[in-house]
């Protein structure tokens, strides 16, 4: 049994490179046999990016305050006239310390973000998880367009702040959505297709694998139909068609492409890489194969290449479902094994799905 100084050292050899032979087919054996353990390698390599990013940081920083220490800031202010030919004097005199000192601030703060986890989520500085920010006006006028239809509104008259997509997990009122949605939230509603928004509460949390179980404890909500769907307990093949549906948008939006990759960002085997157009919003989206089966849930995107995506595989939300202490359920959580949207066309199957994805609403 190795300690944890040996497993490290292990660890970094492999990232390195340095392992070869027995000892590296032995290793990456032991990624695939044990979750555990490949978790603790793609943690440790997180580990090694986010040091690097904070050198780097800190090095774009110390150029940055040198760059500024060359500028004489008081004799450009004193100079500064509004007579038009001093000022083009002043800007041909300190245009090129300008632009480098610009650069490299930009450069810096861009660094920092990714640092400190504003345009990433664990997975990686070059993965965002997709979050957005409705616009609080465009909302406004939906609500008065409601009213003005005699709609009935529910929940809170004010727009949420955040949102993203989540979809059922059963008839009776719980669903799946991205922990980085609901993180810190206040109160959080879920949204129907027809508009009726409900009160959920937060049943439980799976921060590492970026999940959160809801449930819908509104009096208004009457339970849905049985579930067209189940969720797929095998991996999907690299190659296999596959399409979501969420919320970039105030209305649903359906998404089409294919599974590109068996792991997600930097070989996490928790999730998959897809090859599909995804938007702030459709995090919490399910994913599902040309039968219908749930295979993932949508969670972030490559910040630097269009059409990567990267969704959670379904049996890290069975294994999630499986870990809900159930004294803290109100009523059963049972997930459906039976599949209805198999054999039916796109647009049949988008049709007996809307009425299980919402959208959900963060205060």
């Not at 002043?90 to 810096?108: P, Q």
């Not at 979501?244 to 792991?263: H, M, W």
């Amino acid at each position: 049994m190795k300690s944890d100084l040996e497993l490290t050292n292990l660890i970094d050899a492999y990232l390195k490179g340095e392992l070869t032979g027995s000892v590296l087919a032995d290793f990456e054996q032991l990624r695939k046999s044990d979750p555990s353990f490949d978790m603790k390698v793609v943690e440790h390599r997180n580990f090694i990016l986010n040091l690097s990013d904070y050198g780097s940081r800190v090095k774009l920083s110390s150029d940055m305050n040198a760059i500024h220490e060359s500028l004489d800031i008081q004799a450009i202010k004193d100079e500064v006239a509004p007579e038009a030919p001093k000022l083009r004097r002043l800007w041909k005199k300190y245009r090129v310390n300008t632009a480098i000192a610009a650069s490299v601030a930009f450069i810096a703060v861009s660094a920092t973000l990714l640092s400190t986890g504003y345009f990433s989520k664990s997975i990686s500085t070059n993965v965002n998880l997709l979050r957005r920010e409705i616009n609080s006006i465009k909302r406004s006028q939906n609500a008065l367009i409601k009213n003005i239809n005699d709609k009935p509104s529910k929940g809170p008259a004010d727009p949420g702040e955040f949102g993203g997509t989540g979809f059922a997990l059963s008839s009776n009122g719980y669903v799946v959505t991205n922990f980085h949605v609901v993180k810190g939230a206040d109160s959080v509603y879920v949204q129907n297709s027809e508009g009726e928004a409900f009160k959920v509460k937060l049943i439980y949390i799976d921060p590492a694998y970026d999940l959160a179980v809801l449930q819908i404890t509104d009096p208004s909500f009457e339970k849905l139909a049985s579930l067209p769907y189940t969720f797929k307990k095998a991996a999907s093949d690299v190659g296999e068609d596959v399409f979501t549906i969420g919320f970039p948008r105030d209305e649903q939006v359906l998404g089409k492409g294919y599974v590109s990759a068996k792991n997600g960002y930097a070989g996490d085997t928790v999730a998959y890489q897809v090859s599909i157009p995804v938007n702030p919003g459709n995090s919490g989206g399910p994913l599902l194969d040309n039968r219908g089966n749930v295979i993932g849930i949508i969670n972030g995107k490559q910040a630097l290449l269009d059409g990567a995506a990267f969704a959670i595989k379904s049996s890290f939300i069975l294994k999630s479902i499986e870990a809900i202490p159930q004294d803290s359920l109100d009523e059963k959580l049972v997930v459906n094994k039976r599949n209805t949207l198999a054999g039916l066309s796109r647009k049949d199957q988008f049709k007996k799905l809307e009425p299980y994805i919402y959208m959900v609403k963060v205060y």
